[in-house]
């Protein structure tokens, strides 16, 4: 069980384990938005975002835009 600041959730998949999944999400995600929409649409990339290498592949694969670890937010603010 995962505890942050009182709160608990079961584990799931997260950072290095998520990654792979995403990014081939994002790949078919922004094939299908390119094949189907117009450009006026937009990806976000999402999923075990921590360095800037992380953030190019998902952009290189189609995200507009990558979001980055939520936790390290977090945990700046708190402390």
């Avoid at 997260?14 to 995600?29: Q, T």
């Avoid at 939520?70 to 708190?78: E, G, P």
């Amino acid at each position: 069980m995962i505890v942050f600041c009182s709160y608990s959730t079961p584990g799931g998949y997260s950072y290095k384990a998520v990654r792979p999944i995403a990014l081939a999400k994002v790949m078919n995600i922004a094939k299908m938005m390119k094949s189907e929409f117009s450009e006026d649409r937009s990806l976000s990339g999402i999923g075990g975002v921590e360095t800037g290498y992380d953030a190019a592949e998902f952009i290189l694969l189609g995200s507009n835009t990558v979001q980055v670890t939520k936790l390290n937010t977090i945990l700046t603010l708190l402390f």
